[in-house]
């Protein structure tokens, strides 16, 4: 494996309660890395002064005001000169050989501009084994409390979580790094749809282990996240869609969004993200110039999945019982669950499988 030189940067947002886990898993990761930079989101907490006491190794940079993850990434991005970065969010904590086997993965598959691995719950079931992403814009996460020995296929995805993701730096900066208007949610999905129509490929590398302990801030932040959700999303439609394909989806999209505002909750904060989406229209209109400029994939060289690849990530299927995916119900037929009304998946063993420590 030839050596690159890799850049690790984190965003933070009041986190000091799980921030030392993630940076002693960096410690102890096998590959040698150039930096460490941490960008702190205006944290009103310790955060920072337990990273400059407890970790001087890392640098940080403090924000002069909150503007979300998304132009997080980008600043920690301006102060890297590394060939690649590792993007990590403040509650993933790295398996020792993470990092070598994200690296030796883009080395040896052609044109891999960004690669993700095994995103895993400390119960032991998947948070994400890549995404996907349908032609209405919405995303998923293939694998999602799934048992772990399971996707342990590598393929080309649409996108990887920003949580951890390994990318080429100087080709996200040609194609315009995340969308700074995001704040939060969606840009990573942003982000591979455009790697995939500039040419480019995302990938998914199961080896590579990540644990993702689902931040408390963010379980706290229901309507922010429906709304950031819902609003970048529509803004994506309006940008990365070829003109035809949008004048076909984004009316199927308004009539899956307005079905989610009559029967589920956040209402207010569903119908302020269209608003916000119409005050800006021009601006998304212009960055579209920019995102289109890049094309080289047409819409339908693009791998979006269909619903049958919402099922299982576009894998086979195992052949013996066949358990509800969340609820984790026996289900004699069909593929999908009354009970909780999702999606079915055939697994051999419905209990989650747990491979350990993370160290």
Same mark, same amino acid.
């Given at each position: 494996?030839?050596?690159?030189?890799?850049? #690790?940067?984190?965003?933070?947002?009041?986190?000091?309660?799980?921030?030392?886990?993630? *940076?002693?898993?960096?410690?102890?990761?096998?590959?040698?890395?150039?930096?460490? #930079?941490?960008?702190?989101?205006?944290?009103?907490?310790?955060?920072?002064?337990?990273?400059?006491?407890?970790?001087?190794?890392?640098?940080?940079?403090?924000?002069?005001?909150?503007?979300?993850?998304?132009?997080?990434?980008?600043?920690?991005?301006?102060?890297?000169?590394?060939?690649?970065?590792?993007?990590?969010?403040?509650?993933?904590?790295?398996?020792?050989?993470?990092?070598?086997?994200?690296?030796?993965?883009?080395?040896?598959?052609?044109?891999?501009?960004?690669?993700?691995?095994?995103?895993?719950?400390?119960?032991?079931?998947?948070?994400?084994?890549?995404? +996907?992403?349908?032609?209405?814009?919405?995303?998923?996460?293939?694998?999602?409390?799934? #048992?772990?020995?399971?996707?342990?296929? +590598?393929?080309?995805?649409?996108?990887?979580?920003?949580?951890?993701?390994?990318?080429?730096?100087?080709?996200?900066?040609?194609?315009?790094?995340?969308?700074?208007?995001?704040?939060?949610?969606?840009?990573?999905?942003? *982000?591979?749809?455009?790697?995939?129509?500039?040419?480019?490929?995302?990938?998914?590398?199961?080896?590579?282990?990540?644990?993702?302990?689902?931040?408390?801030?963010?379980? $706290?932040?229901?309507?922010?996240?429906?709304?950031?959700?819902?609003?970048?999303?529509?803004?994506?439609?309006?940008?990365?869609?070829?003109?035809?394909?949008?004048?076909?989806?984004?009316?199927?999209?308004?009539?899956?969004?307005?079905?989610?505002?009559?029967?589920?909750?956040?209402?207010?904060?569903?119908?302020?993200?269209?608003?916000? $989406?119409?005050?800006?229209?021009?601006?998304?209109?212009?960055?579209?110039?920019?995102?289109?400029?890049?094309?080289?994939?047409?819409?339908?060289?693009?791998?979006?999945?269909?619903?049958?690849?919402?099922?299982?990530?576009?894998?086979?299927?195992?052949?013996?019982?066949?358990?509800?995916?969340?609820?984790?119900?026996?289900?004699?037929?069909?593929?999908?669950?009354?009970?909780?009304?999702?999606?079915?998946?055939?697994?051999?063993?419905?209990?989650?499988?747990?491979?350990?420590?993370?160290?």
């Amino acid at each position: 494996m030839i050596k690159q030189t890799v850049d #690790i940067i984190i965003c933070t947002f009041n986190n000091e309660a799980i921030i030392s886990l993630c *940076l002693q898993s960096i410690k102890k990761i096998e590959y040698s890395f150039q930096k460490c #930079i941490v960008v702190d989101d205006c944290s009103t907490d310790n955060t920072t002064n337990i990273i400059k006491t407890y970790f001087p190794w890392v640098q940080v940079i403090k924000k002069k005001y909150n503007s979300g993850p998304s132009e997080s990434r980008n600043i920690g991005m301006q102060n890297s000169d590394a060939e690649l970065i590792l993007f990590m969010d403040s509650d993933v904590y790295l398996t020792k050989k993470f990092l070598t086997r994200l690296v030796a993965s883009m080395q040896k598959m052609e044109n891999v501009v960004i690669c993700g691995g095994k995103m895993v719950f400390s119960n032991g079931t998947i948070d994400s084994a890549g995404g +996907g992403l349908s032609k209405i814009g919405v995303g998923f996460d293939i694998g999602h409390e799934q #048992i772990l020995n399971s996707h342990n296929q +590598g393929r080309d995805v649409m996108y990887t979580p920003s949580a951890a993701m390994l990318v080429s730096r100087k080709v996200i900066q040609t194609l315009g790094g995340f969308d700074s208007t995001y704040f939060y949610g969606h840009e990573d999905t942003d *982000l591979g749809w455009r790697v995939n129509m500039a040419g480019c490929r995302v990938y998914y590398e199961p080896a590579a282990v990540a644990y993702h302990n689902k931040n408390q801030t963010v379980k $706290n932040m229901k309507k922010e996240v429906y709304y950031y959700g819902t609003r970048n999303r529509i803004r994506s439609l309006l940008k990365n869609h070829q003109f035809k394909t949008l004048l076909f989806y984004l009316p199927l999209y308004l009539g899956y969004s307005l079905l989610e505002i009559i029967i589920r909750p956040y209402r207010k904060q569903k119908i302020a993200a269209w608003g916000w $989406n119409i005050k800006n229209i021009k601006d998304t209109f212009k960055k579209r110039k920019e995102v289109q400029s890049l094309r080289v994939f047409n819409d339908n060289e693009l791998p979006f999945s269909g619903i049958l690849k919402l099922v299982n990530g576009g894998l086979p299927m195992a052949k013996n019982r066949m358990f509800c995916d969340r609820c984790r119900k026996r289900i004699k037929s069909g593929i999908f669950c009354a009970k909780c009304a999702s999606f079915m998946e055939k697994t051999k063993d419905p209990k989650p499988v747990v491979e350990g420590n993370y160290v």
